[in-house]
């Protein structure tokens, strides 16, 4: 997750939302690829830290299909970003913080461990789910804007 924070941290710089993500490789030991918030950048509302992490973890292992790996990131994945991390598959998603207002694994949507699907990932979330809250709360003060799941 301090991969994550870090990746989220550019996020900020690139005047985005703060959100990083990491895809680990199946040992969980590998970083296989990383990405933040590129959306104000590219002028591209896919470009959410999981979506950028899992083009690049894909692109690096020449598949689509992610079995085995994990993806880390600092906030809940909303509902594109749980279907792609579902029709990745991979094997689990770990997040920081959830958020209220668009979260797609656990709080507002299930997404993830849906039982209709074909592949559930594991979920484990709130892993150091406060360093993740006060980078977002953080950003938004200073914007003078409520942050997600406010």
């Known amino acids: 997750m301090r991969l994550a924070l870090d990746e989220a941290e550019r996020a900020v710089r690139g005047g985005d939302v703060p959100v990083g993500a990491v895809v680990l490789s199946a040992d969980g030991e590998t970083v296989l690829a990383t990405g933040h918030n590129e959306r ?32 880390v990131v600092t906030l809940e994945p909303c509902v594109m970003c749980a ?51 006060r980078l977002l709360t953080d950003f938004f003060r200073d914007r003078g804007t409520p942050p997600p799941g406010a």
């Open 40 to 71: 104000e950048a590219h002028d591209d509302p896919t470009a959410h830290a999981e979506i950028v992490a899992l083009r690049r973890a894909a692109e690096r292992l020449g598949s689509w299909r992610l079995p085995g790996c994990t993806l």
């Open 83 to 133: 279907g792609a991390l579902q029709q990745s598959r991979v094997d689990r998603v770990v997040y920081g913080a959830r958020d209220a207002k668009a979260g797609a694994a656990g709080s507002l949507w299930d997404l993830l461990r849906d039982r209709r699907l074909n592949h559930r990932p594991e979920v484990i979330e709130g892993v150091l789910a406060e360093d993740c809250a």
